[in-house]
């Protein structure tokens, strides 16, 4: 099984970005989606994840401006994030919890994707 982030890049604050995160390979089942990100000298913190039965649980940083969706069947997740702010601007990473063939429950991450918030 393997992630693919995107969507990162500059952006000046107030502006928006969509992160998309990938997955291939024999993927039997999806629980658990979710974002984090890691900012410059800081440790790694959840943004936001969301359940297979679509619900979802954001950091009180991102509440009301980041909003998080999963399709299953696509094996797809995205981040919108709105009202960017200089704070936001870290290293995106996704991560899904997958029941792969011949594999247990497992978490795989994808690789980040850089959001920079700057004027």
């Known amino acids: 099984v393997q992630l693919q982030a995107s969507g990162g890049g500059l952006v000046h604050p107030g502006g928006s970005l969509r992160l998309s995160c990938a997955a291939s390979?024999?993927?039997?089942?999806?629980?658990?989606m979710g974002w984090y990100r890691q900012a410059p000298g800081k440790q790694r913190e959840l943004v936001a994840t969301i359940g297979s039965g679509g619900n979802t649980n954001y950091a009180d940083s991102v509440k009301g401006r980041f909003t998080i969706s999963g399709d299953n069947g696509k094996k797809m997740q995205y981040l919108q994030m709105n009202s960017l702010e200089p704070e936001d601007t870290a290293i995106y990473y996704c991560?899904?919890?997958?029941?792969?063939?011949?594999?247990?429950?497992?978490?795989?991450w994808g690789q980040g994707t850089l959001v920079t918030v700057s004027s």
């Open positions: 991560n899904m919890y997958v029941t792969a063939d011949g594999l247990g429950l497992r978490v795989y």
């Open positions: 390979g024999s993927i039997r089942s999806i629980n658990l």
